[in-house]
């Protein structure tokens, strides 16, 4: 399920990238695309070491980019790469759990900085939507951090709608 985007939808749609499945040889790429992504109180990571300093001997950039790494090699996560001029300048999974799955989950997804603003993440998502479709999910699920908006504004232009928030809240105990 590899897609080349070559033509515009709108103006916001990249004109030439590829989006492909990923494989073990995009890991590095992956891993710092996430590096270069979360800043800006966009991960609860982030806001747990600015609140508790750092945790588990480990900067939460660091911990953030582990986790997603980990996450896109779950057997039940497909992930796509967008690939321009053969670099990868983006990422997004897709998750189904269980042998015939309603709900389908958009998961870890980021674009490159410097590829930000042309439609890259927006190809990424419908890519993902398109192949949680295909696999028989009626449902469609994707949760960010309000803070993130632009993540919020592509969920909301492709048809998502807020169905809940929640609140995360952290205890520092005194040992």
Not at 41 to 63: A, C, D, F, K, Y
Not at 156 to 167: K, P, Q
Request: charged share 25%; aromatic share 8%.
């Amino acid at each position: 399920m590899d897609n080349k985007l070559d033509s515009r939808e709108d103006e916001n749609e990249p004109q030439s990238i590829i989006i492909r499945s990923a494989t073990n040889d995009d890991e590095e790429e992956i891993y710092t695309i996430n590096l270069r992504s979360w800043g800006g109180g966009i991960s609860t990571h982030e806001l747990l070491e600015l609140r508790h300093g750092q945790l588990n001997n480990l900067p939460w950039i660091e911990q953030i980019a582990q986790a997603a790494a980990t996450h896109i090699l779950d057997e039940d996560v497909k992930t796509f790469v967008a690939e321009s001029n053969g670099r990868v300048i983006g990422y997004a999974s897709a998750q189904l759990q269980g042998d015939k799955p309603e709900v389908g989950i958009v998961s870890y997804n980021a674009v490159d900085p410097d590829h930000r603003g042309q439609g890259v993440g927006t190809a990424l998502v419908k890519h993902v939507m398109n192949y949680l479709k295909t696999h028989g999910a009626r449902v469609l699920l994707v949760w960010t951090l309000e803070a993130d908006e632009p993540a919020c504004r592509i969920y909301e232009r492709l048809g998502f709608e807020e169905l809940t928030r929640f609140v995360y809240y952290s205890y520092e105990s005194q040992s």
